[in-house]
């Protein structure tokens, strides 16, 4: 327990300070972690507690990512784009997981991945709103507190308290009589029901979370990079999210940031092998999820509990040789 | 009306080029549960391969055509198996499709990086075109519905006249039972993967002089077989041509008489009708294994 609390604070101090260690590319590296942290977690929500399998995520991020683009370039404030991108993900969220309540694991998965596709259509072709394959270009940093986040420095400091709130905010709700349902209808449905869980609200309820939260992280990709197009919503960014929730660790809170951390930063660490860095960054996920399929936490753990096994080992050995 | 004809004979090719990939796709699935997310950029390798045959080793067409079958049936049939699935399959359906979806990354990575990053041009069966009642059809397209049609027959042959292909079925039903009765089901599942191999490379020779061999290829292609594999069942292997041929006369037949920029759309709202009102798929019978 106490040696977890070293590893956050060690977390957070590297977390502060490695963008003045950075350049501009790193800290954009490093905000764009933030962002997609906060998507993963929403998808570790509906996948990795409430098993709910969907293949939409990156739409959301879409989605907010447009309402924020499309309101601060018409005059709006970023904190309206907060409250009405996360809403309007929340309720599109909420429909996406009605098919959810009639279809399970594979086919819902495929749902999903339509829904995707579908939104990523609109985005392309819906070109009196988002302007279509041209993207929407200019978005404006916002004033926070009335300081100017124009630097990629605060606007970082920005993205990791935002991440930070969605972090406590899903701590919470984990923790909350609503998590303890959600993990209830992945472990099992129909025991669930049996005991007077609202099978049905939570499933929905799921999605729509986790939806939102997926809405937060658009709102602040867009700024982050003030310019947008329907290509990184599409299919790919979705898989992604899927691969970092995984790869990190489903259903492990602090999954999603690992996941994350893998799938935004390590591509970048693999550059030095040129063409083939998306080629290693695939065989690196293969093998990962073939030797640790509970992902990276997942690994941690089962190293953390050899050591305390050792450790609990070590000292009945003393007691022993105390006693004798 | 000779419009709509041509129409549908295109549609009714792309069709069972969709349906040649659907059914690997829906064998692969009922054997191993393997949700193969590369299926497409299979689809797209293949060609490659014959194009390297050609450039590199020199081989004439027919020849590049015997080598890209037997590289593809090692690489995508044996170690596709031996190293992707084999290793994750046990730990369930989530990893796996994990794993597929970074191959289908690693694939296209590796065929931009060591091939080429832009289109190529592919060798075509026939070139011809054949005026029928006002229509003009394309002989290449009756090539590819003839060439699917002798390919679906004799893999529904083989799946039901033969020892191993029931052998196969019963792997698919209940691998359990079947292991009792004496199939070697690591054997069976074994040839799903070749006869998936041997299909996606029939798709790849088809598809590839219409559309040109790129790198990202498979991610339409794949896509449309998902389609068309769900609409039809995805336990059912006719199903999955009923599946194929629907998606491919509605792409044509869509973006000629309603809209080309949702072109793409229609299959997907097919897809998400089917799956609430039947999703078992047109053919399929309700799954009986929890899955």
Known sequence: MKLRWVFAAIAAAALIAAPFALKTYGVYLLSMWAVMSIAAVGLNLTLGYAGQISLAQGAFVGIGAYTAAILTTHGWPLPVAFVLGPLLCFVVGWLLGYPALRVQHHYLAFVTLAFSTLVFLILRNEEWLTRGIYGISGIPRPNVLGFAMKDPRPFYFFCLATTLVVALFAWWIVRSPWGRAFMALRENPVRAASLGVDTRRYTLMAFAIGSALGGIAGVLYAPLVQFIDPSPFALGLSLNLLLMVIAGGSGYFLGPFVGAFVSVLLPEWLRFTEGLYLMSYAVFVMVLVAFCPTGLIGVGERIAAAFARRRAGAATAAQDAVAR | ?291
């Open chain 2, 1 to 291: 009306m000779a419009d709509l004809l041509q129409l549908i004979v295109a549609g009714i090719a792309t069709g069972a080029i969709y349906a040649l990939v659907a059914v690997g796709f829906v064998l692969v699935w009922q054997t191993s549960q393997t949700i193969n997310f590369a299926q497409g950029e299979f689809v797209m390798l293949p060609a490659f391969f014959m194009l390297a045959a050609m450039k590199f080793g020199g081989a004439s067409f027919p020849v590049a055509i015997v080598i890209g079958f037997l590289l593809s049936l090692i690489v995508l049939g044996v170690l596709f198996k031996r190293l992707v699935v084999d290793p994750v399959l046990r730990h369930g359906v989530l990893p796996l499709v994990i794993s597929t979806i970074a191959l289908a990354l690693f694939l296209k990575e590796a065929v931009k990086e060591f091939y080429a990053a832009e289109a190529q041009p592919f060798p075509a069966l026939a070139n011809s075109n054949i005026t029928l009642g006002g229509a003009v059809i394309s002989v290449q397209n009756l090539v590819i519905i003839g060439v699917a049609v002798v390919a679906v027959v004799a893999l529904q042959w083989f799946l039901g006249g033969t020892r191993t292909g029931r052998a196969m079925q019963a792997t698919a039903q209940n691998p359990m039972l079947a292991r009792v009765l004496g199939v070697r089901v690591n054997r069976m599942i074994l040839y799903t993967f070749l006869i998936n191999a041997a299909l996606v490379t029939l798709a790849s020779l088809l598809v590839s002089p219409i559309y040109l061999a790129k790198f990202t290829n498979g991610e339409t292609l794949g896509l449309a077989a998902f389609i068309a594999a769900i609409v039809g069942g995805f336990n059912q292997v006719r199903g999955a041509i009923l599946g194929g041929i629907l998606v491919g006369v509605l792409d044509n037949v869509v973006a000629a008489y309603l809209s080309a920029p949702y072109r793409a759309a229609i299959p997907l709202f097919l897809l998400i009708a089917v799956i609430l009102v039947r999703p078992q798929g047109l053919l399929g019978r309700a799954e009986e294994r929890t899955v």
